[in-house]
């Protein structure tokens, strides 16, 4: 089998999935030289020391440290220091392949076909991978500003309060807006925390910053209409994202694949005071990002099946005619990530591949 595809193989055993596809096969190619691929085949998405690694591939500990450490500075895999020994990690599709090589921008030609293949394999495969069977890996997040008073939220359903939790945070560029970039949205307003964080900054693909620059990065995303979206934990975030509808890869299942399961909606569903609602259509024209609301009888009407309860409707309103309040149905959210990544794997019929790759 060729090299490659025992690659792709391997990845696609991962919850996020990476299907069969002409271009991921050239995306894999770009982004792994054939003496890399070879060696990532032998690694697991469990972080392992470079001589474990070594040893799979049965290939000298420099060497295999040299292609790690080239790997590694590409954001093609994970690397962390533990006990002053550094580990190394297979990284899935999304969050990792797809974002972490982009996020330095970068006008190269390389740059530009690998955002045009991504773009390509989003709908040749890898949107339907990534969106839940039914459990979806990602949610919508709303920010605490948009919700009634008097509604008691949790601490996961507070975009802020997973700012508060993290003990180390940085923020890079939106690779979907860097690869597709069909709107003017802020790119610089991803968010990672912990691990993540410290990895794309040990590689100089995002920089550290403190909890009141992450503060002021959600609401340059909220003004701009950008949607927060999150893994789909109550637990530690390790991302957070502020998505567009036209070129995000979470948004644009549901806007662009029509994929219902893509992510899961927020706990909430903006309520309309009709006696307030002057009909400007400022939540309709420039604010929904998914076309749930329209103008009845010069107010604002909202379809609750197409709403992913972001907010962004409550937060531009300048009649303050809208609040958030609980949905009938809440979202099902796994307690934590490890529970998430067993759910999705049993949904998918992973979880056999995935610890067979993971234990060895």
Not at 20 to 38: C, M, Q
Not at 290 to 301: F, P
């Amino acid at each position: 089998m060729d090299i490659y595809e025992r690659l792709r193989e391997i990845l696609d055993a991962h919850p996020s999935g990476a299907p069969k596809s002409k271009a991921f096969d050239e995306i894999l190619r770009i982004l792994f030289t054939h003496e890399e691929a070879e060696l990532a085949i032998h690694m697991s998405f469990s972080p392992r020391p470079v001589e474990e690694i070594a040893s799979a591939c049965g290939i000298p500990v420099d060497e295999a440290e040299y292609l790690l450490e080239s790997m590694a500075d590409k954001a093609v895999i994970f690397s962390r220091e533990k006990d002053g020994k550094q580990f190394y990690g297979l990284l899935p599709t999304v969050p990792g392949l797809f974002e972490f090589p982009l996020m330095r921008g970068g006008t190269a030609p390389i740059h530009e076909r690998l955002g045009k293949l991504w773009t390509k394999y989003r709908k040749d495969g890898l949107g339907a991978s990534f969106a839940g069977n039914p459990t979806p890996m990602a949610r919508v997040v709303p920010v605490r500003q948009a919700i009634d008073a008097t509604v008691h939220i949790h601490p996961y359903e507070e975009v802020a309060k997973l700012i508060e939790k993290a003990d180390y945070i940085a923020v890079g560029s939106c690779a979907c807006r860097v690869s597709v970039g069909a709107c003017l949205s802020p790119k610089e307003v991803c968010l990672f925390f912990d691990a993540p964080a410290r990895f794309l900054v040990e590689r100089r693909y995002a920089r550290a910053i403190e909890r009141e620059e992450a503060h002021r990065v959600l609401n340059r995303a909220e003004k701009a209409g950008l949607v927060h979206t999150s893994s789909n934990s109550a637990d530690r975030a390790s991302f957070i994202c502020n998505c567009c509808p036209c070129c995000c890869i979470i948004l644009t299942s549901r806007t662009r694949l029509n994929l219902s399961q893509g992510f899961a909606t927020s706990g909430f569903q903006p309520q309309v005071d009709s006696s307030t609602c002057t009909g400007c259509q400022v939540c309709a024209d420039e604010r929904c990002p998914v076309s749930a609301i329209t103008m009845k009888n010069d107010c604002a009407a909202v379809d609750y099946e197409k709403c992913i309860g972001c907010g962004l409707c409550v937060t531009a309103c300048p009649a303050a005619a809208m609040t958030l309040v609980r949905r009938s149905e809440q979202p099902d959210i796994p307690a934590t990530s490890h529970d998430l990544g067993i759910r999705v794997l049993k949904e998918k019929g992973k979880l056999e591949r995935f610890l067979k790759i993971t234990k060895r």
